[in-house]
């Protein structure tokens, strides 16, 4: 728990939360949820705030971000408030697990890279189906075993790169969630995972000054905080990427119809 504390604390500070695929696949999940000018949105574990910003100024929408961390929601309304758009997007603390509101509220509810955390899953997948309206979208874009069972040693990368705490599905399985989670006409679209596109995907997220911004403050981290200075030398120590990493693990959007 301490190493999942850390792992997400520190990214907090950074400012700086990624989801495979970038933008591109943010792109996409937000086609097929069919999101567009006067949608409503609930992005579960909204991070720091990118896909929610980047979502109310390319598509015109109104975005209600909520993750588990107050130290997350602060750095998102800190980017909202220089982005010019808290008046289309908020930002308020709340577990995937229990979402503080009322049913058939949003247009559609997404995730990138959260549901893969929640020791409950079908729990979290029923919450974000109750509280999404007839005939909305809920739309997952969560890291996949292309294979499995994957060889140890990329679980342990993943678990490194990921977080500590992240438990990947099958495909099959992220497309069971939904359909226990009684939505219809479930689609699904399977990505492997690039290593060295993702990292050209993350500056293209936050553009070259916000990761400038960030990496000036994990220096501070780094001079300031043991426990950052552990927590890179761990990532240092397995950052080797596996070479067969594209054939066992990649990403899939998993979308259902309310």
Known sequence: MENEQTFFDFAAEAGLTKHFGGLEGT?????????????????????VGATACFLAKRYGCRVM??????????RAEERARRDGLSDQVAFRVADAQDLPFEDDLFDAVITESVTAFPEDKQRAVNEYARVTKPGGY?????STWLQVPPPPELVAWVSQD????????????????????????ITMR?????????AKLLTQRYGYGGMIGSA????????????????????????VIPENLDEYFGYGLYVGRK
């Open 27 to 47: 792109a996409e999940l937000v086609g097929l949820c069919h999101i567009g000018e006067g949608s409503y949105v609930l992005d579960v574990g909204c991070g």
């Open 216 to 239: 000036l403050r994990m220096l501070v981290m780094l001079v300031r905080n043991p426990a950052y200075r552990r927590f890179v030398k761990g990532v240092r120590e397995s950052g």
């Open 138 to 142: 809920v739309g997952l874009a969560e």
């Open 65 to 74: 971000g909520v993750d588990i961390r107050a130290r997350m929601v602060e």
């Open 190 to 198: 399977l990505h492997p995972v690039d290593a060295k596109h993702e």
């Open 162 to 185: 990921v977080g500590s705490c992240v438990r990947p599905l099958a495909a099959d399985d992220w497309m069971g969630l939904l359909e226990n989670a009684g939505l219809q006409d």
